[in-house]
């Protein structure tokens, strides 16, 4: 979907996504509808529609744009779900599921991002997000479950704190792989007691860490 007035550099990151394979029309509208340069340190907002990640804070990243539209195509979402994201970050991907899912529960391990995110979030209207402070490789139990998840940094293998998390015909996605390598973006589903993996693309993500971060 590309509107007309558009800045060109929005025109192009739209036909970008197109270009490159991304055909589902409300996650595209979501791309389109979420100013990627509110995410984005200050310095960076005149690359901020560039396919291509970015550094914030706490050395983590946004990622690039692409990567964000096919994992959120890739979890097949619809407006019922409620979704669990490993990793706020800048809250860039939380606010694109927010225009596509009921609720979003986005865990980040780093008090600056999370504050960060929350306030960028409430800033664009974007109600039905919760960030949270925390271990989101080990949610607590009173979190509940989820129909969809997103872990949005580098894990060696999926921990089953997540999976078992999903309710069924639940799908998680996540990069799986060595820390300082590339990763595999899987993709798991839960069907009754099994776990049924499929491996998408090659991915280059932070690492996610457990626990809560030590104050910057």
């Not at 991304?22 to 200050?42: H, K, N, T």
């Not at 008090?111 to 402070?133: K, P, Q």
């Amino acid at each position: 979907m590309i509107t007309v007035g558009q800045p060109p550099e929005q025109m192009t990151f739209q036909l970008g996504l197109r270009r490159r394979g991304i055909s589902d029309r409300l996650v595209l509208r979501a791309m389109e509808d979420i100013p990627r340069d509110r995410f984005v340190e200050p310095n960076d907002r005149a690359h901020a529609w560039r396919d291509t990640a970015l550094a914030i804070a706490c050395g983590q990243t946004i990622s690039q744009p692409f990567v964000v539209a096919y994992m959120t195509e890739q979890l097949q979402l619809n407006t019922g779900h409620r979704v669990l994201e490993v990793g706020t970050g800048s809250g860039y991907q939380a606010a694109i599921l927010s225009k596509l899912v009921r609720d979003v529960l986005s865990i980040e391990r780093y008090r600056t991002l999370a504050d960060a995110a929350r306030t960028r979030l409430e800033a664009l209207g974007l109600h039905n997000i919760e960030v949270m402070l925390g271990d989101g490789l080990n949610p607590a139990a009173n979190l509940g479950s989820f129909d969809r998840i997103v872990v949005t940094a580098a894990v060696e293998e999926v921990p089953a704190a997540l999976t078992d998390r999903l309710e069924e015909g639940g799908i998680l996605l996540a990069p799986v792989g060595p820390h300082n390598g590339v990763q595999t973006l899987v993709r798991i589903r839960k069907t009754g007691d099994r776990l049924e993996r499929k491996d998408l693309v090659d991915v280059r993500f932070v690492p996610a860490l457990p626990g809560i971060a030590r104050e910057l």
